[in-house]
């Protein structure tokens, strides 16, 4: 169930449709309209494709997913695409321009014992947005995405230890790619400054999996 929440003064003409995605080598993510191999957008219902909400409204969006019998266990991944059907004006200086979007909402469906199969390990340092970072990188050998979680604490050259977490990216089945582990500031306080080498301890977390890690990263 999706739930809409219209801001406008007067009532919004909303349209919404099915579309199938995969992500890019920059990990950018594709839309589709035309289904891809091995789709699962057949098995997707929507209530309604238009939809009119009021000035200042909310809308509970249903849809379901059929799942036929005897299908093998896999993941059914689609997006549901929300499109306004009449441009909005947004207003500045002297200047009033019509807008339009669409937004896509991911959904992710586990059809019987689908699951990620994660493998980590160490891939050094990278700079990344100006800030150095240490990266794992991940390789998903299941049959459904998954992302990396846990508990890790850092220990850097200086002895200053700080809570750490790896990035919350999706990993298809399928994929590899490099998952960064970021300092978690503490309320209040800036990010802390990584003086290398560095020593993360902890747990990583995908699925139904645990495991305990100690990994050195160097400058």
Request: net charge neutral; aromatic share 8%.
């Amino acid at each position: 169930m999706l739930e809409f929440h219209h801001v406008g003064t007067v009532a919004g003409k909303y349209r919404v449709s099915t579309n199938d995605w995969e992500f890019q080598r920059d990990y950018s993510v594709k839309f589709m309209d035309e289904l891809a191999p091995d789709s699962c957008r057949p098995w997707v219902a929507i209530e309604r494709r238009d939809l009119t909400i009021p000035p200042n409204g909310k809308y509970r969006f249903r849809f379901e997913v059929s799942v036929p019998p005897g299908t093998a266990s896999r993941e059914c991944r689609f997006a549901l695409m929300v499109e306004g059907q009449e441009p909005a004006n947004v207003e500045g200086a002297n200047l009033s321009v019509p807008v339009s979007g669409r937004v896509g909402v991911i959904v992710y469906v586990k059809v019987g014992e689908a699951a990620p199969v994660l493998v980590v390990t160490p891939a050094g340092v990278r700079d990344i947005k100006g800030a150095k970072l240490p990266v794992l990188a991940v390789s998903n050998k299941g049959n459904a995405h998954g992302r990396l979680d846990g508990f890790l604490t850092g220990k850097d050259a200086a002895g200053n230890e700080f809570e750490m977490a790896p990035e919350n990216l999706p990993v298809m089945p399928g994929m590899d790619r490099e998952v960064a582990i970021r300092p978690v500031a503490e309320e209040g306080r800036k990010l802390p400054d990584i003086r290398y080498p560095i020593t993360i301890k902890g747990t990583l977390e995908w699925g139904k999996k645990r495991e305990t890690v100690e990994y050195r990263f160097l400058p």
